[in-house]
């Protein structure tokens, strides 16, 4: 068996499945510390289907742990960005475009230095380790705890990167933290850096959530391998975690698709997930999440995260209802809904009150929410169903109809059909659905990199490429024989010379255990 568990600002959500089977699913109210709130969904699971320690083969996790950190500002390292491109690069200097109360929670510092390469992986010019060296003891003078290295076109080639980390590593000594780009973002000099970056200042923080969750899985005589899901929807083991937390950011969206697709049998469709303070949309295609074309911004910083391509608006079941217009949130109770709204006693209008009172839902006491004007209780409906169609709509690519799927705890505010699409698909255990995308995810391996085909074969290069990919997955953890190309992509550059392309694959497998 294993057990699936996504934390969302309202709820925890927690699955106990036994291969593709779904045997309980729970939700727990999310704790302030979160951690406790997983040890409280387990403790519910063990209630609705008993099992020990021994029968759980593995745990998954999705968790908000680290997008919270980065948007409060809290709880982050002091950074310093080391940039290697000179004398090129140095007309836009590392975190440009950070807002200032980021810039000042990281107590930033940037440092540009010779190195880097041309997308050929010619070098512009040679590193120079003194100059390294000086960098490294001005950021001791001052406080740094983690460094983000980034060379131009290191996706290409890597060698310089290694290199400076290696002669930072040396000056600032063995518990220094050091992120280098080319294993954390793609083609794109100031997205990748601001990423890397990202990923440094949170890389205190992760050892210690890593720790805090472990903690809370073992305390339950669980001892099974412990797997955090990550933006495109497949898995990575704690140590990966320690090493990239920022894989984790689309988790939950990612986990809802995936886990739509699971008990919808739907591979092509639309999910609207309805959480207790947003719904998110997105686009399922052959099962996974269509991934955005743009660059993303997180708590204001432009990263080029592999994230899918989501919609989110202010409306969940935590959601407070205007009684004078009708409009409903984007403010939210969040995770103190079932002290606040109404049928538990509360005295703040939800979104959730409304659906009681139309008799979609049977939570709480309804005759709390009795008193409520019908004709406000339709307006409020009809409201948020024209502001998700909208929102669905907004989302596809094209004309042809497609199929919706409802999950989430709060998709009991939508109605059996939403104009234009038809029929809303509601499946069985819609509610715990992001709990069950976190189970069934895979084991992913990706490369984006940029190629001259004139140099080679052509069909001997993308078969050299989709094997890396492939590689990759099964270095990750993924059975071999399980894996295969998922997607593939070439985009020629017209700006650089020769046959530039950029070209991406990404192999994908099943979890391999007890091997």
Not at 6 to 21: E, F
């Amino acid at each position: 068996m294993r057990i699936g568990i996504d934390v969302g600002g309202t709820n925890t959500d927690a699955v106990l499945m036994d291969d593709a089977t779904t045997l309980a699913g729970v939700k727990h109210s999310t704790t302030p510390d979160i951690t406790s709130g997983i040890m409280h969904a387990i403790e519910d699971l063990r209630v609705r289907r008993e099992f020990t320690g021994s029968d759980i083969q593995a745990v998954m996790i999705g968790t908000t742990h680290f997008i919270n950190a980065l948007v409060q500002a809290k709880r982050l390292a002091p950074t310093a960005a080391l940039r290697l491109g000179l004398p090129a690069t140095d007309s836009l200097p590392p975190f440009v475009d950070w807002p200032p109360m980021l810039m000042r929670a990281v107590r930033a510092r940037h440092y540009l230095a010779h190195g880097g390469c041309e997308f050929d992986g010619r070098p512009i010019s040679a590193l120079d380790a003194d100059e390294l060296r000086a960098h490294a003891r001005d950021m001791r003078e001052h406080g740094v705890r983690s460094v983000a290295i980034t060379s131009v076109f290191s996706p290409i080639n890597h060698d310089v990167e290694l290199e400076a980390s290696r002669v930072v590593a040396q000056e600032l000594g063995p518990d220094i933290a050091i992120s280098l780009s080319h294993q954390i973002g793609r083609i794109g000099l100031l997205e990748r850096e601001n990423a890397t970056i990202v990923n440094a200042a949170l890389s205190e923080l992760a050892s210690e959530i890593v720790d805090g969750l472990s903690f809370a899985i073992r305390s339950h005589g669980i001892h099974a391998p412990i797997f955090l899901s990550q933006n495109d929807g497949t898995l990575m083991n704690e140590d990966f975690v320690r090493r990239y937390p920022v894989a984790t950011f689309a988790s939950g969206p990612t986990n809802s698709m995936r886990g739509a697709a699971a008990v919808s049998g739907l591979s092509t469709c639309a999910v609207v997930d309805v959480g207790g303070t947003t719904t998110d949309i997105g686009l399922l295609i052959c099962g996974f999440p269509r991934k955005t074309a743009n660059d993303v911004r997180v708590a204001g910083v432009r990263t080029n995260f592999r994230m899918p391509d989501v919609l989110s608006i202010g409306i969940g079941g935590g959601s407070i209802v205007d009684t004078k217009s009708g409009e409903v949130g984007p403010e939210s109770v969040g995770y103190r809904l079932p002290s606040e709204a109404l049928v538990f006693g509360g005295s703040t209008l939800t979104a959730t009150d409304i659906a009681v009172a139309a008799g979609r839902a049977d939570v709480g006491d309804p005759s709390l929410v009795a008193h409520l004007d019908c004709a406000l209780v339709a307006r409020v409906l009809d409201r948020i169903a024209e502001r998700i169609t909208e929102a669905v709509d907004r989302m596809r690519t094209s004309p042809e109809p497609i199929p919706v799927v409802a999950v989430g705890g709060g998709s009991i505010l939508l109605p059996g059909e939403l104009p234009v699409f038809g029929s809303v698909h509601r499946p069985q255990n819609y509610a715990v659905a992001n709990a069950i995308g976190a189970t069934i995810a895979q084991i992913s391996g990706e490369i984006d990199t940029v190629t001259d085909f004139e140099a080679g074969g052509r069909a001997a290069t993308i078969a050299a490429l989709k094997r890396q990919a492939i590689d990759k997955a099964v270095a990750a953890g993924a059975s071999p024989h399980t894996v295969q190309i998922v997607d593939f992509d070439e985009v020629p550059i017209p700006y650089l010379p020769g046959s530039a392309t950029r070209v991406s694959a990404k192999a994908v497998g099943d979890l391999q255990i007890g091997t």
